[in-house]
């Protein structure tokens, strides 16, 4: 994102001063920046191809247009701009707004998607109600002692105590949701969210300040939004699940 608006900047520069008639000013400076304007271009292209390298799921249709746009627009640009072409230089001007809006957006329409479900994200509102601690146990022995007598009432309570004495602790159990979800989010969530949920790459938000709730993590893991691509076709639900309480852990 960087490096296209670099040379999009580069480039209007030169743009406004060919179309001012600066013809001196414009020689100039493309005489000091070639170096720079061939390393953006490199960079465009190699960056392009990481994206498209390490992209998770499928690759969408806008990031196809914007790599086959950018292809095109780069040797035109060039060879418009040596040209002193001005309706080439105002066209691919043009086009390269175009590239960085697509980029921008995760649209060829330029529009950001908008989340078809408002209840998705409360804002400030807890995912969860704490479910209020049960009721404790009555205990009939001591409240209907009519059916049992005194001594066998005894009997019994000694008889637990030893058994819940003899008895080891349980062990805590592996949360194996958990440990699935950290490896799938790693394999296909790391490249743009981070491992911590903090990256940020390619407009994915922060999950540690994120107060999108599990129905709405599922839903966006599953349908994808934006530049997020859906994984419906490549997870199960139980792996989604399994993502996304992850996720939540990076609070």
């Known amino acids: 994102m960087l490096v296209i608006l670099a040379f999009l900047l580069f480039f209007a520069v030169k743009a406004a001063l060919l179309f001012l008639g600066r013809q001196e000013a414009l020689r100039h400076l493309r005489a000091r920046t070639r170096v720079v304007d ?17 992209y998770p799921g499928n690759i969408p249709g806008w990031l196809w ?23 080439g230089v105002a066209l ?62 005894a009997a019994i309570s000694a008889a637990s105590a030893s058994a819940a004495q003899a008895s080891p602790p349980a062990e805590p159990e592996v949360d194996v949701a958990l440990t699935e979800g ?45 530049k997020m691509p859906g994984f419906k076709d490549q997870l199960t639900p139980e792996q989604i699940q399994a993502v996304v309480a992850y996720s939540l852990t990076l609070k």
């Not at 209020?132 to 001594?151: C, F, M, Q, R």
């Open 92 to 153: 691919t001007l043009l086009g390269f707004l175009y590239v960085y809006g697509v980029a921008e957006t995760g649209s060829l329409t330029l529009r950001r998607p908008t989340r078809p479900l408002a209840s998705l994200a409360a804002p400030g509102l807890p995912e969860a109600v704490a479910t209020p601690d049960a009721a404790p146990p009555v205990d009939t022995l001591t409240t209907d002692p009519a059916g049992i007598s005194e001594a066998e009432a």
């Open 182 to 226: 950290k490896v799938l989010f790693t394999k296909n969530c790391a490249v743009c969210h981070g491992s911590d949920g903090k990256l940020g790459l390619n407009g994915a938000h922060d999950l540690s300040k994120s107060n999108l709730n599990t129905t709405g993590r599922v839903y966006m893991v599953t349908q994808g939004l934006g």
């Open 38 to 54: 061939s390393l953006l271009g490199f960079l465009i292209l190699a960056t392009g191809g990481w994206l498209l390298a390490t």
């Open 65 to 87: 247009t914007k790599l086959g746009l950018v292809l095109v627009l780069l040797p035109l640009a060039i060879a418009a701009m040596r040209r002193q072409y001005k309706p």
